[in-house]
């Protein structure tokens, strides 16, 4: 049973930083990980992921050049750390392995298998 655990949400001041953590257990963990958050009323947005196998990774239009994703294969574990913090940052943000991770719409809900519990990020300006 593949199981992942988000860390690290919490309140951060606007343009600060802030470092999200997703542990992969159950896997061979190479599989492809990544990062939705949601805000009430609207879908999961895909924002960035990571092929653990290689070094493929891609982020999203919406945070490219303030969010970056990382792994650490030692600890099978994938960050996303976020630069620059904006109040519009602030929702529940998900970890996800899916089937796919791709260049051109990062990774979709439906292509997900297995999800975190979610972590909330809340933004002060």
């Known amino acids: 049973q593949v199981k992942l655990t988000e860390s690290g949400g919490g309140s951060v001041e606007a343009g600060g930083s802030l470092k999200l953590s997703c542990g992969v257990s159950?896997?061979?963990?190479?599989?492809?990980v990544g990062w939705f958050r949601q805000t009430p009323g609207k879908e999961r947005e895909g924002l960035a992921c990571?092929?653990?196998?290689?070094?493929?990774?891609y982020i999203a239009d919406s945070v490219k050049g303030r969010f970056t994703i990382s792994q650490d294969n030692a600890k099978n574990t994938v960050y996303m750390e976020m630069n620059s913090v904006k109040p519009a940052d602030a929702a529940t943000y998900y970890c996800?392995?899916?089937?796919?991770?791709?260049?051109?719409?990062?990774?979709?809900?439906?292509?997900?298998?297995?999800w975190g519990q979610g972590t909330q990020v809340t933004v002060s300006s």
């Open positions: 996800a392995q899916a089937w796919m991770c791709d260049d051109s719409y990062i990774m979709l809900a439906e292509h997900v298998e297995y």
């Open positions: 990571i092929y653990t196998g290689g070094s493929s990774s």
């Open positions: 159950g896997s061979t963990f190479r599989s492809n």
